[in-house]
């Protein structure tokens, strides 16, 4: 078991990483919270999947638990669902101290964890991630949120955990594209920050898509010790924690544009990675030759990296309402080499159009 800390003060929290953590929730949570109810959200996949061994190591601690289902997918990231869980939380009678625990992929966490912020004004929220893209970014940093029909995550706050628990055993029910789609977020920590986690993952990457332990293991810790320093230097994205935006820009783009769930978040977000790469190229920010590296790491994966054909009009107007935004103009986060990447403002709408195919 690993264990490191998200350094924010009094609001600082541990994530437990490792083989077999859904066994300890319990006692992590206990030894966090005072309370002994709780609300447990899942979802239709993952529920009866892990759902009664998350009970059980509740149970087992002395919580007494109501438990919440989703539809499995990103069209569940909707005011309806936020609702359902507002319902929940009214019929158990929830006090301030009830917590929320999600146990999930990235869905599962920032539906809850919004519907745990606004619940009497913020009730406590525990993160258990089951899939690889939620272990290593989703459920570490305190983004919550709910989708607009026409752009990803803007209905939503900043919103810390009281705890994560990641189980990597989780990891083997996985599908193989919900796999790929978190190594996507993988290659991302590599590109903003570590150089050598990146020749890391292009040297073991069979290994660790095999999920090998001795391999997997490592990655997923230096990816949340990457995110945790990041978050602890800048919380509220007013700087540096921008660049873990790199390949979303455009990625939350494409997902928007072909209708969300139908690409996944991770799918998108590579198409993203090497399109801001070449963007970094074109505009002369980035070193020769590492679009190409990143792309044919994505590619060996078995990740996308060209863009589906998208109307250059919508294309455009979507890249408006992303979130990195000012006054309507669109923020990129470029690589300048990997390990290091570099936030561009005003980059020009022709070439955009050019690197995405877009017409």
């Not at 009281?162 to 990597?168: G, M, N, P, S």
């Not at 993952?201 to 945790?228: M, Q, T, Y």
Request: proline content about 4%.
């Amino acid at each position: 078991m690993h264990t490191l800390t998200v350094d924010l003060g009094e609001r600082s929290y541990p994530i437990h990483i490792g083989e077999g953590a859904l066994r300890g929730l319990g006692a992590f949570v206990g030894a966090r919270l005072e309370a002994r109810r709780c609300l447990l959200v899942s979802d239709t996949r993952v529920a009866p999947l892990y759902g009664d061994a998350a009970c059980e190591s509740l149970e087992a601690a002395g919580f007494t638990i109501s438990r919440h289902t989703i539809p499995e997918g990103e069209p569940s990231k909707s005011i309806d669902r936020f609702m359902a869980i507002q319902d929940a939380l009214v019929a158990m009678a929830a006090d301030r101290a009830t917590p929320v625990i999600a146990l999930g992929g990235g869905v599962v966490g920032d539906l809850a964890g919004f519907a745990a912020s606004c619940y009497m004004r913020g009730v406590p929220f525990v993160q258990v991630p089951t899939t690889l893209l939620a272990q290593v970014d989703s459920s570490v940093g305190g983004k919550t949120a709910i989708n607009h029909p026409l752009a990803k995550n803007t209905i939503g706050c900043f919103y810390q955990p009281r705890l994560v628990v990641a189980d990597t055993a989780t990891l083997a029910t996985l599908e193989r594209r919900q796999l790929l789609a978190g190594f996507a977020e993988v290659v991302k920590y590599g590109v903003i920050w570590d150089a050598e986690l990146f020749a890391q993952l292009e040297r073991d990457l069979d290994a660790i898509l095999a999920l090998d332990p001795d391999a997997l293991a490592p990655v997923i810790h230096r990816c949340c010790a990457i995110k945790a320093e990041v978050v602890a230097r800048d919380e509220r994205e007013g700087g540096l924690r921008a660049i873990l935006n790199f390949g979303h820009t455009l990625g939350h783009a494409v997902e928007a544009l072909a209708g969300y769930g139908e690409v996944l978040h991770g799918e998108a977000v590579a198409m993203g990675m090497v399109a801001a790469a070449r963007l970094g190229e074109a505009l002369g920010v980035g070193e020769a030759g590492s679009a190409t590296r990143i792309e044919r790491l994505l590619t060996r994966a078995g990740l996308p990296t060209d863009f589906p054909a998208l109307p250059a009009d919508r294309l455009l107007a979507t890249l408006t309402h992303d979130k990195k935004a000012v006054a309507g103009i669109p923020r990129f986060v470029l690589a300048r080499r990997i390990g290091e990447v570099e936030i561009v403002e005003e980059v020009d709408e022709a070439l955009v159009l050019e690197i995405t195919g877009a017409e």
